[in-house]
């Protein structure tokens, strides 16, 4: 008996995909929906989200941000029964001409155990691992601080500029986002001389983006964010290279979870200073 040749095609994801691709991603990965959060990732890069069918049918979905000196692959997802037909490397192929049309010179991704020979087949290579973290004891709390307080809109300026060189690309309007979504729970630190030293976005289930210059900021950060409301347990992603981050999680009730593959393709090293970023904003979009 012969193999069927399916057909694959791929467009751009717009608000009328976002149900589609909720249930692909719901398939793949399990847990509830997540729309909202795609909605938000595509609204940051309405051109670098991508849905894939396969003989017509929804199958497929990734998506990359572009940061300018470097880019961000996050959130590829095949429907378990369309898998094995080539969808994530069509979604990946076509992500990465994107990518070179806009002569983003570093692509990265998080990567999984099953995920990472195809992005080894497509060129990338791996930098460091990528940390997943889960609170499952709160009884220690750090002391408040005198130096952090809330994030305004006209810190953002000041905010990208402390920011570009820790992440290694532009994050002004995921700030702006995320501040603009959940203004209570933004916090930055600052130094005696009043130049941020830190900041930390405490979203509903997982704590970042957030970068601090020193373990001591981090800790002032996390002791604003900590007494907030979460939904279920508090999750952190952070950089392997970063042996403060984890020392800090786990002495406040964190314990690691998951293990993932920083890659990158292009440039001769990771982008910007990974040993300062205690939290990713997520796996989608870095």
């Known amino acids: 008996m012969g193999i069927k040749n399916m057909t694959i095609s791929i467009h ?9 691709a909720d249930a692909i991603q719901q398939a793949a990965y399990g847990g509830g929906s997540r729309k909202d959060r795609l909605q938000l990732y595509l609204s940051l890069q309405p051109d670098g989200w991508l849905i894939a069918t396969l003989d017509g049918e929804p199958a497929g979905i990734a998506g990359g941000t572009n940061y300018g ?25 076509q992500l990465l001409g994107w990518f070179s ?40 709390r750090p002391a408040q601080s005198d130096l952090v307080g809330r994030l305004s809109v006209a810190d ?5 500029m402390f920011d570009t060189p820790i992440f290694g690309g532009k994050r002004a309007a995921v700030f702006a986002a995320a501040l603009a979504e959940a203004p209570e729970r933004a916090f930055v630190a600052r130094d005696a001389e009043g130049q941020i030293s830190g900041y930390l976005f405490a979203q509903p289930q997982l704590l970042g983006p957030w970068a601090a ?40 009730g964190f314990s690691p979870q998951r293990l993932l593959r920083r890659m ?23």
């Open 69 to 93: 000196t470097v880019g961000h692959i996050g959130l590829v997802a095949v429907d378990p029964a369309k898998q094995r037909h080539g969808v994530a490397l069509a979604l990946m192929e």
């Open 213 to 252: 210059r020193t373990p001591a900021d981090a800790e002032a950060l996390l002791a604003a964010a900590l007494p907030l409301s979460f939904s279920g347990a508090i999750r952190a992603l952070t950089p392997g290279s970063n042996a403060n981050a984890a020392k800090l999680l786990m002495r406040y």
């Open 12 to 20: 751009t994801l717009t608000a009328a995909d976002l149900d589609q």
């Open 101 to 140: 049309a806009q002569r983003c010179p570093v692509i990265q991704l998080d990567a999984s155990e099953a995920g990472a020979p195809l992005y080894r087949r497509l060129g990338f290579v791996e930098d460091e691992k990528t940390l997943g973290f889960t609170q499952d004891d709160c009884a220690l």
């Open 156 to 160: 953002i300026p000041a905010l990208a």
């Open 264 to 286: 990158r393709r292009g440039g001769a090293a990771a982008a910007g200073r990974r040993a300062l970023l205690y939290g990713q904003t997520s796996l989608a979009i870095g």
